[in-house]
T-cell receptor, first 111, second 113 residues
């Protein structure tokens, strides 16, 4: 039972354009949603999170949108840079701190 | 301030053997969570230790066990290794159980042959 899904295994965008990564979830009890970035041979690095009581959170070039009725969240990166090329994981958590991850989306930003 | 470290980086074991993986948490952190990441998948929660006590467990059999020590470092033990246990094992440390505060180590790549 995959509670968090990232249906796009990969995404390629041009430098300077917007990258939009999507994530769907099934459990309405999740209270936090998080995005992690992972480079090869490194552990995931926390990027940005959003509480279930909000619908948008911004941090610099990164914005996360939450649509609770659709059980959908998205990460927008504007403008995209070649250094953003990595695997992006969406994760969700209930109060326990246990993170449930999606399968990941590999983002390639072309110069 | 040192980050989360894991050892060893890689190891190869034979089916049926036992393995111990180690994690040193970031300074000031009292919680360690372990995750298994199979190839092409996202990390899957194995269990969490908070102040030396198990504080939640994912859908993994009892042959996956753990420990947290008084200095908050942690071990993951896997008995009777199976081929499907081949994966990247990640630990994450945090202060308390806030999911936003988890810092991941680089992982241990386990190959079971």
């Amino acid at each position: 039972d995959q509670q968090v899904k990232q249906n796009s295994p990969s995404l390629s965008v041009q430098e300077g354009r917007i990258s939009i990564l999507n994530c769907d979830y099934t459990n309405s009890m999740f209270d936090y949603f998080l995005w992690y970035k992972k480079y090869p041979a490194e552990g995931p690095t926390f990027l940005i999170s959003i509480s279930s009581i909000k619908d948008k959170n911004e941090d610099g070039r990164f914005t996360v949108f939450l649509n609770k009725s659709a059980k959908h969240l998205s990460l927008h990166i504007v403008p995209s840079q070649p250094g953003d090329s990595a695997v992006y994981f969406c994760a969700a958590s209930a109060i326990t701190g246990k993170l449930i991850f999606g399968q990941g989306t590999t983002l390639q930003v072309k110069p | 301030e040192t980050g989360v470290t894991q050892s060893p980086t890689h190891l190869i074991k034979t089916r049926g053997q036992q393995v111990t993986l180690r994690c040193s948490s970031q300074s000031g952190h009292n919680t360690v969570s372990w995750y298994q990441q199979a190839l092409g998948q996202g990390p899957q929660f194995i269990f969490q230790y908070y102040r030396e006590e198990e504080n939640g467990r994912g859908n993994f059999p009892p042959r996956f066990s753990g420990l947290q020590f008084p200095n908050y470092s942690s071990e993951l033990n896997v008995n009777a290794l199976e081929l499907d246990d081949s994966a990247l094992y990640l630990c994450a440390s945090s202060f308390g159980t806030d999911p936003r505060g988890q810092y991941f180590g680089p992982g241990t790549r386990l190959t079971v042959t």
